[in-house]
């Protein structure tokens, strides 16, 4: 093998994540390293956390990326909210959830499964059917976007539901935030992780977290230490606090902060609102020329995510040799099924700087030439 | 707070990490991102995992760079190789040991710890004494080259010690790695990690790792599964698999590894025997030049590392006003001393493409400057 610099190919993203990223952010990445304690990278940690509580419409002071990607953020948020013996109720439809399961089982908690068929959003009445048959339980988790199958869940239902029962809640939003509404305050979700490289159109390696009073309170009260030294979320808010407060953590992942930063000025500069529609209306059109195709979508019309559209591999189509084309031949990445989709779905993404209608057009045109 | 691009000053970073970033590395980084299951970048990958192999100095099949800062690498060796109830050998002389201990703790683990002055080596009689002390010892977990003090430590000896007593062994090489000799295989070390943004001149964010046969053997026979989900070796390792072998674990920082594959391959055009020597001439001609300054060094000359240097603050000198002068004044920042060395001692790092004789002269050129 020779060894040398890398030659990346020039792909369109449309896949389950990453997705494309914009030339700002890309250049903002490039920019010299600088020291995690010098006052201008405090101000850049500053300036990041205002962005993100635009992000995550919050007002929530404990909100920031945590460094690493999304699986290091859904660690994160359940290991400080579970200790050992707590009953979690975790709704699984899809990979995500079952990861959600396993991690919980790692944490000591005793996991109350909600299944739900792969594809489905969670039924609210089943998950509070949990709640009845299982007395005590402490912490609920659920995918408000499941990456897995392009299934949406309503959370703030699901929240609502866990506050009833007097339960603290946490959203996976990885594959929602910037793409649908992610309305944390309104919602009133106690914690929730995202990533960076699904709809903030950052590079993978960070995960948004945020936390209300409720959840910090929780974690206050625990009888046992966090399990993990690294995700302890008492010395990383030292680390990430405000001013002269700050003490020192880990080494933060400078230049992927610099990326995020930018991407999310972006988003600020086109407006929630904004990014919202246009992977609503970018998501019509194209399942609109899928339907020309002949093909048809897997989930659903209301449970179906804008940025995130799985489709049904026909009869008789050898679903890696389509995915194969469009990579070879168009520069095209989509994605496969995952676990028991495997072989049965394709995963198109119209995430973040992905979803425009030049991508749309040419994955088009693509899967009609691959599916000759 | 008006939100905005963020506009990096350009700083000479000589404190302990991270270190300049070669402009080649950071314009890798800058390449647009793809999949990271794209066949170019499982490629990537491979190389990656070939360059770090030298660079350890190791045919470890198992070494790759976990997708976060040095802690969570840490975090990921003590974390596999520890179970409830297993008495773990740790050198705690400076800030990293006392981390290991903490961690080792959540671990469930029973550290038994050897205690060193900050700024000595760790004692191999000593450390040789706690075997005998506390039999059934599991494994000890020590470091290369304490980063808040300066001090280098015996690791061959204390990995034959460890092995005399049917221990395994874990190596900090945080701040060694690229910069000093680290010879895993020669050494037989059983888990080593480090850090990519020391003398390997990368941004931080990526924790290489290496993990021998004897390492792993242990990790397969643990009767628990690992309390963390993400640092799990077993799933990692299923993700940084060789070619067809590979699944899903989470997803890899993509434009971060360009980096340190860029990093790497500058690393190898040096050659690590050359990159040794570097650092070793550039120590000699800074504390040469200190000496004539009237400084001291904290560490005595048999241990002391050569890419940290740590200086005795001299008396009735603001320590703070001279960082901020040499900040401020000459853009150059050093570090000062954590824990019990606060106020006392500065750090300044010649690490990887940082250490050259520009820098030292303008370095020396500001203290005395700052010292007037």
């Known amino acids: 093998m020779e060894i040398k610099s890398f030659s990346v190919p020039d792909r369109i993203l449309m896949g389950p994540g ?6 700002r952010v890309l250049a903002a990445m490039a920019k010299p390293t600088i020291g995690h304690l010098d006052p201008a990278f405090i ?11 635009y992000t995550f419409q919050t007002k929530n002071e404990v909100t920031f990326p945590v460094s690493g990607p999304g699986s290091v953020g859904m660690e994160t948020c359940l290991v400080n909210l579970i200790e050992p013996g707590n009953k979690v109720a975790v709704c699984v439809n899809g990979v995500f959830g079952g990861r959600m399961r396993e991690i919980i089982s790692r944490c000591g908690g005793i996991p109350v499964v909600i299944d739900i068929p792969w594809g489905s959003a969670v039924d609210p009445q089943k998950f509070e059917d949990a709640f009845k048959e299982n007395p005590g339980i402490k912490l609920s988790a659920f995918v408000h976007a499941e990456t897995s199958t392009g299934a949406r869940s309503d959370i703030k239902t699901l929240t609502e539901i866990s506050h009833k029962y007097n339960c603290l809640a946490v959203a996976d939003t990885v594959t929602s935030l910037g793409g649908i509404p992610v309305k944390t305050d309104e919602w009133d979700i106690d914690a929730v992780y995202s990533g960076s490289q ?40 030292s680390y990430w606090g405000s001013g002269s407060k700050r003490s020192y953590h880990h080494t933060a992942p400078i230049n992927a902060l610099y990326g995020l930063n930018e991407a999310l000025l972006l988003l600020a500069e086109e407006g929630l609102e904004n990014s919202w529609a246009r992977h609503k209306e970018n998501s019509d059109i194209l399942i609109d020329g899928l339907k020309k195709l002949g093909l048809s979508t897997f989930v659903k019309d209301e449970d179906r995510l804008p940025e995130l559209i799985t489709v049904l591999v026909p009869d008789g189509i050898d679903e890696a040799k389509v995915r194969n084309k469009l990579l070879n031949d168009f520069n095209i990445e989509i994605g496969a099924g995952l676990g028991a989709l495997a072989g049965k779905i394709w995963r198109i993404g119209l995430m973040g700087y992905t979803s425009n209608r030049g991508n749309i057009n040419l994955c088009l045109e693509a899967l009609s030439n691959a599916l000759k």
Request: charged fraction near 25%.
């Open 18 to 23: 990453p997705s494309n990223v914009h030339p």
């Open 43 to 53: 101000d850049l940690m500053d300036q990041i956390k205002l962005q993100l509580r």
């Open 198 to 237: 699904k709809c903030l159109s950052c590079p993978p390696g960070l995960s948004p977290v945020s936390f209300n009073q409720r959840a910090l309170d929780a974690i206050k009260n625990r009888k046992t230490k966090v399990q993990s030294w690294f995700m302890d979320i008492d010395l990383i808010t």
